[in-house]
């Protein structure tokens, strides 16, 4: 794959820049990144909108065209990329794991999130914008940011960002082209084996209920298989359930 970059001083959000950019030119090749160091709209999941201090942190969004994952296997793009980017941030500390189904977090804080956002064309996948935003340099955050947590924040030191993204597309790259039909079992293990709180009983909250459950295991449509205390085993779409 070879990396094309469109680097904006600011845009209002780098997902929804790729996305005009594909609608007005009809199609860009994969591997096409649009990366800036500030948004004024930056888009986060579920609604929410996502906050990076300017020219401080990695906010940026690559497509690729994944017309060999079949498009109920969607979720494997999460896998990919969230390995990926632990991969490169356990170079500097090894307390980073992946929150389901694609938050990267810190011990309990977060560092990074992404935003994928795929196009269905006929039965196969085609666009898919990956929207990533990872905390680099930011020192300080706005009192009601959920939780999180810079690279600076944790080695006490400043990151060129662009050696990071470097190494960042880089794993990118090399997870996404090591897919096949045949290693998704692998690519699961991997992802479970990185999965935040993937031992132990903790408190999850569905609606207004409470209950505590442990990880049993994914789905391979992404769903979060919970086994209650009680023994029984439920399974949970990402909007239906949080952490608490
Ligand atoms: C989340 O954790 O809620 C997802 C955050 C995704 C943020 C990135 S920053 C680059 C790209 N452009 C956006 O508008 N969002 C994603």
């Not at 490169?88 to 992404?114: C, Q, S």
């Not at 680099?136 to 662009?162: C, M, W």
Request: overall charge negative; proline content about 4%.
């Amino acid at each position: 794959m070879n990396e094309t970059f469109i680097h904006l001083n600011e845009t209002h959000s780098t997902n929804s820049y790729l996305r005009e950019l594909i609608m007005r030119e009809k199609e860009q090749p994969e591997g096409t990144v649009v990366i800036t160091d500030y948004q004024t709209a930056g888009r986060g999941q579920k609604g929410n909108s996502w906050e990076s201090e300017r020219g401080k942190n990695l906010t940026f969004s690559i497509l690729l065209h994944p017309n060999h994952i079949p498009p109920g296997k969607q979720f494997i793009l999460s896998q990919l990329i969230s390995i990926a980017i632990v991969g490169v941030l356990k170079e500097y500390d090894r307390h980073f794991t992946i929150k389901w189904p694609n938050d990267i977090y810190w011990k309990e804080k977060k560092i990074a999130g992404m935003l994928i956002e795929v196009d269905l064309t006929g039965s196969s996948l085609s666009n898919a914008i990956i929207g990533i935003g990872i905390n680099i340099n930011q020192r300080h955050f706005k009192s009601d940011a959920p939780n999180p947590v810079s690279l600076t924040q944790i080695t006490g030191k400043e990151h060129n960002l662009s050696e990071l993204l470097e190494k960042i597309l880089d794993s990118i790259v090399d997870e996404y082209n090591k897919y096949t039909p045949d290693n998704e079992e692998e690519i699961r293990q991997k992802y479970m084996a990185l999965l935040f709180r993937n031992k132990g009983i903790y408190p999850y909250s569905y609606g207004k209920e409470i209950f505590n459950a442990s990880i049993e295991g994914i789905e391979p449509n992404g769903q979060l298989i919970l086994k209650k205390e009680n023994g029984s085993i439920h399974t949970f779409a990402f909007k239906e359930i949080s952490f608490v």
